[in-house]
């Protein structure tokens, strides 16, 4: 019989170590693909860089220039490097990924929760890990998707 797979998104502000425990945890049951998202520390990034901190919209952070693109790239990489050696520090063997993909040779930054979207039909079950202060906002948005669950820590 297959192992079920999971997908699992989490916030990059959600990262504790109660969050790979419970990861730990679904890891026995499941084949795992761990998307780690960055929002939060691309805007500290740009900020820092001199970069404008716009606001995003549904589709996630829209970038102007190469720079803005390489700077976000990089963020979201140190996030996947941080969270694989957390995961495997604790014995969790598990895919992780960015919110990116590549169409071409054209490097696409996707939001998050449009990421759960796309991997929504090859998943058995998913999972939307953020903080408690956005979980209503998540559950409200993840609502018409009967294999999404939203968690909060």
């Known amino acids: 019989m ?3 797979n999971c997908f ?3 916030s990059g502000d959600a990262t504790s170590d109660d969050v790979l425990n419970w990861i730990k945890k679904l890891s026995q049951e499941y084949f795992l693909v761990v ?3 960055g929002g939060t520390q691309i805007n500290e990034a740009f900020a820092k860089a001199g970069l404008p901190v716009v606001k995003f919209g549904p589709l996630g952070r829209e970038t102007s220039n190469l720079q803005e693109k390489q700077l976000a790239m990089d963020t979201l990489e140190k996030n996947r490097a941080e969270i694989q050696n957390r995961l495997d520090d604790i014995g969790v063997h598990a895919s992780v ?3 990116a993909i590549e169409i071409g ?4 930054h996707v939001n998050g929760d449009q990421f759960i979207l796309a991997a929504y039909h090859g998943f058995d079950i998913l999972y939307a890990v953020t903080t408690k202060d956005r979980l209503e906002k998540k559950k409200a948005f ?3 998707y009967k294999k999404i669950q939203v968690i909060g820590f």
Not at 105 to 108: E, R
Request: hydrophobic share 55%.
């Open 97 to 99: 990924v960015i919110p």
């Open 142 to 144: 993840f609502a018409p």
């Open 105 to 108: 040779s054209v490097l696409c």
């Open 8 to 10: 699992i998104k989490i």
């Open 35 to 37: 998307c780690v998202g």
């Open 2 to 4: 297959l192992r079920k």
